[in-house]
Nanobody
Framework: VQLVESGGGMVQPGNSLRLSCAAS????????MGWYRQAPGKQRDLVAR???????IYADSVRGRFTISGDNAKNTVYLQMNDLKPEDTAVYYC?????????????WGQGTQVTVSS
């Protein structure tokens, strides 16, 4: 599975960004797609995830500001980020989970930088 991210950049606090992640390759048996982020010196944490059925989960820090959505026909997941705060600054990584036999495999994109600064 290959994941290609786009949409990162630098914005001022209170502004919005939309991230996109397109999956290609061995996309059969993908069960969920999501976004993680990693700030300098910190661990990589889940931001939001969506399953094939449309169920979503969010980190407490972004709930109400970020919205994850998916387009199954395009094998693409989006992260709409509103009311961005400086603490949202991080490299954002797309993630997908795929079932292979009895295993759950994780795939990662290359990451896209989001910087929120005045």
């Amino acid at each position: 599975v290959q994941l290609v991210e786009s949409g990162g950049g630098m914005v001022q606090p209170g502004n919005s960004l939309r991230l996109s992640c397109a999956a290609s390759g061995s996309i059969r048996n993908i069960v969920a797609m999501g976004w993680y982020r990693q700030a300098p010196g910190k661990q990589r944490d889940l931001v939001a995830r969506i399953t094939l059925s449309g169920s979503t989960i969010y980190a407490d820090s972004v709930r109400g500001r970020f919205t994850i959505s998916g387009d199954n026909a395009k094998n693409t997941v989006y992260l709409q980020m509103n009311d961005l705060k400086p603490e949202d600054t991080a490299v954002y990584y797309c993630n997908t989970k795929r079932i292979s036999g009895t295993q759950m495999l994780d795939y990662w994109g290359q990451g896209t930088q989001v910087t929120v600064s005045s």
